[in-house]
């Protein structure tokens, strides 16, 4: 079993649209949990992290996590054409490691 | 200020040559990271620098895969008689020390195709 499950999608939804995105996760000593955006040929450049469970927000994304599901999200607000990227999510044990899902493919259509 | 910068950008090799993949951090991170990103695959991490400490190399592949960082800053992975299964974008990443930031700042890659 992989330590971070990701649905690859591909994702398609027209601008404007609620996104959500999620990972599964087995290792319940999980702490800091990441949200990164990779744009083709680029490398991923990092969203938003939180430590622990919890909701957080900025501007248009919020991130949740939920330890009892070992289950994360993200959500897009009012998605726009230049959120169009892959979404990778990440975790690690503190002093750890990274561990990062296989990304889901995100297109917004205008 | 500078990112993260890795050279070559591109590289194609034959089969069961040697590479060197060069990865320059952001000055004064101390922690400097690599990973192999394949289609369909996810990233997935080869080994990990944190200052003076012995690196944690629990992600090589196997002992074709090496890396060293010279003076705290540079790094350089090295892939001795590659194999096509090698072809992959190699990324590398650097962060200040776990308990300031947790941010990877990662280079662009360089893509590796072995023919």
């Known amino acids: 079993q992989k330590e971070v499950e990701q649905d690859p999608g591909p994702l398609s939804v027209p601008e404007g649209a609620i996104v959500s995105l999620n990972c599964t996760y087995s290792?319940?000593?999980?702490?800091?949990f990441m949200w990164y955006r990779q744009y083709s040929r680029k490398g991923p450049e990092l969203l938003m992290y939180t430590y622990s469970s919890g909701n957080k927000e900025d501007g248009r994304f919020t991130a949740q996590v939920d330890k009892s599901s070992k289950y994360i999200s993200l959500f897009i607000r009012d998605s726009q054409p230049s959120d169009s990227a892959t979404y990778l999510c990440a975790m690690s044990v503190p002093g750890n490691q990274f561990y990062f899902g296989t990304g889901t493919s995100l297109t917004v259509i205008p | 200020g500078a990112g993260v910068s890795q050279s070559p950008s591109n590289k194609v090799t034959e089969k069961g040559k040697d590479v060197e993949l060069r990865c320059d951090p952001i000055?004064?991170?101390?922690?400097l990271y690599w990973y192999r990103q394949s289609l369909g695959q996810g990233l997935e991490f080869l080994i990990y620098?944190?200052?003076?400490?012995?690196?944690?190399k629990s992600g090589l592949p196997s002992d074709r895969f090496s890396a060293e960082r010279t003076g705290g800053s540079v790094s350089t992975l090295t892939i001795q008689r590659t194999q096509q299964e090698d072809s992959a974008v190699y990324l590398c990443?650097?962060?200040?020390?776990?308990?300031?930031?947790?941010?990877?700042?990662f280079g662009p890659g360089t893509r590796l195709t072995v023919t």
């Open positions: 620098f944190q200052g003076n400490s012995a690196p944690d």
């Open positions: 000055s004064g991170h101390t922690a």
């Open positions: 290792n319940s000593a999980f702490q800091y």
């Open positions: 990443a650097s962060s200040v020390p776990y308990g300031v930031s947790y941010e990877q700042y």
